[in-house]
């Protein structure tokens, strides 16, 4: 296997998928092409990258579908440099925030429990231990009311005759909500590296 300094890919061309990936394969995930660029060991660890910012790319880049992953190309460059630039605690506040007023509240919507996702939208900004603690009380009741409902919803399917057909339909329904939610994330990105 050629060394990373022989190593010679043509990021245009470059497909961005998930999982592993060998160098040269014409695949990589989003971290595996920043090691490449910043011309480190080909990982998808690269240690020139905020630990957060690895952990936010890891994740979504293996959770995106083929197409919406190839949007994540330019953030290969943007996050070289981050490693050790004293922002990463503000970074995990601002996923926290994200995770628990912007993206829980779609899905309490989707599930019918639109006064719990009202709540969640509008508890203080958690950006620290103190304002997360404010929050954990209507984060705990819009969980125990998803939880409670996601078990009358199992067992209301458990008798339904077309749970297959329901499941496509339902996943059809979220699709809008989805691309709201990496529209969001994208911007929740860019927040993240500009700070």
């Known amino acids: 296997m050629k060394g990373q300094s022989e190593m010679k890919i043509n990021i245009e061309n ?14 990589a995930c989003v971290m595996e092409l920043v090691s490449y660029i910043a011309r480190e060991p080909w990982s998808d660890h690269p240690a020139c990258v905020s ?6 790319l890891r994740s979504w880049n293996d959770s995106l579908d083929d197409e919406t ?20 605690e503000q970074r995990a506040w601002m996923a926290v925030d994200w995770l628990a007023r912007t993206q829980l509240p ?11 996702a009202a709540a969640t939208r509008a508890v203080i900004a958690i950006s620290d231990t103190a304002s997360a603690n404010a929050a954990q009380p209507t984060l705990n009741a819009a969980r125990d009311a998803a939880r409670d409902a996601a078990w009358a919803a199992a067992w209301d399917a458990a008798w339904a005759a ?20 990496q529209n969001s994330a994208f911007e929740l990105l860019d927040r993240m590296i500009s700070l």
């Open 162 to 181: 077309a749970w297959a057909a329901a499941w496509t339909a339902a996943g059809d329904a979220f699709r809008p909500s989805i691309v709201v939610l």
């Open 69 to 88: 992953r190839q949007k994540l190309k330019p953030y290969a460059q943007r996050v070289i440099g981050t490693s050790g630039d004293g922002k990463d």
């Open 106 to 116: 779609v899905w309490l919507d989707l599930a019918g429990l639109s006064e719990h």
């Open 14 to 27: 470059l497909v961005l998928s998930s999982g592993a990936h060998s160098p040269g394969d014409g695949e």
């Open 51 to 56: 630990p957060v910012l690895g952990a936010f």
